[in-house]
């Protein structure tokens, strides 16, 4: 009993150093963002520094003042956008996997087979098909073409799929119906709840992919009015020598990065829930 305690300790030792290791590493980059942000663009040349500058009001008010960027109006953009397809890629996903989980019909296991064999399609190659269908329907410069295509979230899918699995059993479904409850309802009132912690983990994961969305909206999107952080990111990284400073680029980067530090503050608490129950099926 003794040795295998002292294998335990030792293991549990191992583990947590490890990611002690992990999140001091992530908290060090965090760091040195906001340290960045407060520096002129020559201090940040010149090396890395522990301590933060006095040109964080500066650096906020030139980021502001360039004219050839609508930073606050690329936040909005994104913030919609982002917030648009999380909820409704969530619930779709959410109200196919029900239906695969609870109706028993014919060729549900090709239907099933057939969604995560789209998974392993990469984006940028369904992205080319997806532009050119856009082009000849004259649908560019909109966000629907951004928020309606990512509905179809495979990932999203098998994971609820997986999670209803373990959580909705058929009992307490005809239960419902026997009460008089819709379909409709029985998702809404009874399965929904159940998987709210699978829904939050799937809603930040989903809001976090579409906020960091390079390659297709710098595809669709052309009128500077309807921008999206990203793109005007890479627009600032991009300017000439003569006008370039690193100072607002690093403030972009940190006012970029506050909106998903509180949707996940928002949902932390049903996210840790559900990654501890999702890891243990039945």
Do not use: C
């Not at 953009?77 to 648009?84: D, P, T």
């Not at 307490?172 to 709840?193: N, T």
């Not at 297709?216 to 991009?238: A, G, N, Y």
């Amino acid at each position: 009993m003794n040795k295998a305690k002292l294998n335990l300790k030792i293991q549990r030792f191992f583990i947590y150093s490890i990611l002690a290791l992990m999140s001091l590493s992530i908290i060090f980059i965090f760091y040195t963002l906001l340290v960045n942000s407060s520096r002129q663009h020559y201090d940040i040349q010149s090396g890395f520094s522990m301590f933060f500058g006095g040109f964080f009001g500066v650096n906020l008010d030139n980021l502001l003042a360039n004219d050839n960027i609508n930073v606050l109006g690329a936040m909005r953009n994104s913030l919609f956008i982002s917030l648009s397809t999380a909820f409704l890629s969530t619930y779709v996903s959410a109200l196919t996997a029900y239906g695969i989980h609870l109706y028993k019909f014919k060729g549900r296991n090709f239907i099933f087979v057939f969604i995560l064999a789209v998974m392993m399609i990469p984006t940028q190659i369904a992205s080319v098909g997806l532009i050119t269908i856009l082009y000849s329907l004259n649908l560019m410069d909109n966000y629907a073409v951004l928020i309606i295509p990512a509905m179809a979230a495979p990932a999203t899918f098998f994971f609820i799929k997986q999670y209803l699995d373990s959580v909705l059993h058929f009992e307490l479904v005809e239960a419902s119906r026997v009460d008089g409850a819709s379909e409709l309802k029985i998702f809404h009132r009874i399965a929904l709840p159940l998987i709210k912690p699978a829904l939050a983990i799937q809603f930040i994961f989903s809001f976090v992919a579409s906020w960091n969305n390079f390659f297709l909206p710098s595809l669709v999107i052309q009128s500077p009015d309807k921008r999206t952080i990203p793109i005007v990111i890479s627009l600032l990284k991009s300017s000439s020598p003569d006008s370039f400073d690193l100072g607002p680029v690093y403030m972009l980067m940190v006012l970029s990065i506050f909106p998903m530090i509180i949707v996940f503050i928002i949902f932390s608490r049903q996210i840790i829930k559900g990654i501890t129950l999702g890891s243990v099926k039945g």
